[in-house]
């Protein structure tokens, strides 16, 4: 079975764009998470969707949004990027919401200039 | 809300020397406990997990854990540590809804 997929592996945006990022989960897996890594903050959940309806959210600005597709995949938005943001952006997925066991993604490592 | 706190930033060890690493979770009601692990240049992976019975909850590659409920602490051990398990180490919990991560630990283990 794949594992999860995240796109792009890498990017570099500048201050005040807009990136949007992908995550595909493991066939039959319905719910999907996204966290931010950093070396200060470690990792810190930022939402959690499931069959298209977000379930949860973290403590994070509404410049981050997401969203889910019937197909289980996910996107999540970042607009008006700051330095701040760069980070790297873990997706996770299990089979039902709220399920413990979580698959991590390689992440999309965001750099903002 | 719920928190999880790891003793140790750094940690560096000799192969074959015996590894334990803190956590401590702070949660009033029941939780689910995870110790997950990212080695260099690769994804996060789970190590172990405590759900409930027996508190000593062994995992891959040697690893073990042992649940104490009244210290609030799920710690991590390896009586032999080998230079592969050099990576980043990452203690959860999950109390109610959302996973809550440790800061993380990173291992260094020289040859």
């Known amino acids: 079975k794949a594992g999860v997929t995240q796109t792009p592996r890498y990017l570099i945006k500048t201050r005040g764009q807009q990136v949007t990022l992908s995550c595909s989960p493991i066939?039959?897996?319905?719910?999907v998470s996204w966290y931010q890594q950093t070396p200060g903050q470690g990792l810190q959940f930022l939402f959690e969707?499931?069959?298209?309806?977000?379930?949860n959210k973290g403590n994070f600005p509404g410049r981050f949004s997401g969203r889910q597709f019937s197909n289980s995949r996910s996107e999540m938005n970042v607009s008006t990027l700051e330095l701040g943001d760069s980070a790297l952006y873990l997706c996770?997925?299990?089979?039902?919401?709220?399920?413990?066991?979580?698959?991590f993604g390689p992440g999309t490592r965001l750099t903002v200039l | 809300a719920q928190s999880v706190s790891q003793h140790n930033h750094h940690v560096i060890l000799s192969e074959a020397a015996s590894l334990e690493l803190g956590c401590n979770y702070s949660?009033?009601?029941?939780?689910?406990l995870f110790w997950y692990v990212q080695y260099p240049g690769q994804h996060l992976q789970l190590l172990l997990k405590?759900?409930?019975?027996?508190?000593l909850v062994k995992g891959i590659k040697g690893f073990e854990a042992e649940f104490i409920k009244s210290k609030f602490s799920f710690n991590l051990r390896k009586p032999s540590v080998q230079w592969s398990d050099t990576a980043e180490y990452f203690c959860?919990?999950?109390?109610?809804?959302?996973?809550?991560f440790g800061k993380g630990t990173m291992l260094l283990v020289s040859p």
């Open positions: 949660y009033g009601g029941t939780v689910n």
């Open positions: 066939s039959g897996h319905r719910s």
């Open positions: 405590y759900f409930s019975g027996d508190p």
């Open positions: 969707y499931f069959s298209e309806t977000q379930r």
């Open positions: 996770a997925s299990n089979g039902l919401a709220g399920a413990d066991t979580q698959y």
């Open positions: 959860a919990v999950k109390g109610y809804s959302t996973l809550t």
